[in-house]
Nanobody, 128 residues
Framework: QVQLVESGGGLVQAGGSLRLSCAAS????????MGWFRQAPGKEREFVAC?????????TYSDFVKGRFTVSRDNAKNTVSLQMNSLKPEDTAVYYC????????????????????WGQGTPVTVSS
């Protein structure tokens, strides 16, 4: 079992930046992938970005955050971060960190079903 705790959410003006962090504990050696998802009010949860745990150069981003968001891992702290720049009001959502112990498959890494551990979520509000 992997436990995940997110932090770093808050209120920011459009064009600003925020950095979200996700601290993993427990059976961290079992992790293959760490992902970020978000859920806006009244919408379904959607994929944002993910990183392969053993090869941090392998990352995937959704089209709507490419070039603005960066996912990274701090190996020493078992922490994954999501640096969010040039934020837009449509980025407003609750952001969730997720971990998977299933084998990494690129076509599956952006799907919720790939992940078997989830954090509690951290809210991000971008004002216009």
């Amino acid at each position: 079992q992997v436990q995940l705790v997110e932090s770093g959410g808050g209120l920011v003006q459009a064009g600003g930046s925020l950095r979200l962090s996700c601290a993993a504990s427990g059976r961290t050696p079992s992790i293959s992938t760490m992902g970020w998802f978000r859920q806006a009010p009244g919408k379904e949860r959607e994929f944002v970005a993910c990183i392969k745990w053993s090869d941090t150069s392998t990352t995937t981003y959704s089209d709507f955050v490419k070039g603005r968001f960066t996912v990274s891992r701090d190996n020493a702290k078992n922490t994954v971060s999501l640096q969010m720049n040039s934020l837009k009001p449509e980025d407003t959502a609750v952001y969730y960190c997720a971990a998977s112990s299933r084998p990494y498959i690129p076509s599956w890494a952006s799907r919720e079903v790939h992940y078997n551990s989830w954090g509690q979520g951290t809210p991000v509000t971008v004002s216009s």
